[in-house]
């Protein structure tokens, strides 16, 4: 597996850490880790991107609208939460789900399943 741009959407700090930390130590470049719906869609639209990691809601509001622009452009992502399918936005809760707490050997077999 090759070394990719993973955007990483986390709004709580201390496991936006944990995921990045996990992603660089196994050599992918991390975009963020960004806490909020807007700063995400700015990553999106600003940045290549291979493959991205969200939080099911970000301070209580659906990332759906992350999920929909990624969507759009063609950019696979997996859900990192601790919610059920059943707390993920309607159109996306067949998506991959890694469940909250994470092992690191999830969050980095998602990102090998982005196709590059």
Same mark, same amino acid.
């Given at each position: 597996?090759?070394?990719?741009?993973?955007?990483?959407?986390?709004?709580?700090?201390?496991?936006?850490?944990?995921?990045?930390?996990?992603?660089?130590?196994?050599?992918?470049?991390?975009?963020?880790?960004?806490?909020?719906?807007a700063e995400a869609l700015r990553a999106i639209e600003g940045q290549e991107v291979d493959?991205?990691?969200?939080?099911?809601?970000?301070?209580?509001?659906?990332?759906?609208?992350?999920?929909? %622009?990624?969507?759009?452009?063609?950019?696979?992502?997996?859900?990192?939460?601790?919610y059920g399918r059943d707390q993920l936005p309607a159109q996306y809760r067949a998506a991959?789900?890694?469940?909250?707490?994470?092992?690191?050997?999830?969050?980095?077999?998602?990102?090998?399943?982005? %196709?590059?």
């Amino acid at each position: 597996m090759g070394a990719r741009r993973i955007l990483v959407v986390e709004d709580e700090f201390l496991i936006a850490l944990d995921i990045a930390g996990v992603l660089e130590q196994a050599g992918h470049q991390v975009i963020g880790p960004h806490g909020s719906i807007a700063e995400a869609l700015r990553a999106i639209e600003g940045q290549e991107v291979d493959g991205a990691l969200l939080d099911a809601n970000l301070a209580g509001q659906p990332v759906g609208t992350i999920a929909d %622009a990624l969507t759009v452009r063609r950019i696979p992502f997996a859900f990192v939460s601790g919610y059920g399918r059943d707390q993920l936005p309607a159109q996306y809760r067949a998506a991959p789900l890694i469940k909250k707490p994470f092992m690191a050997k999830d969050l980095l077999a998602a990102v090998g399943a982005f %196709a590059k």
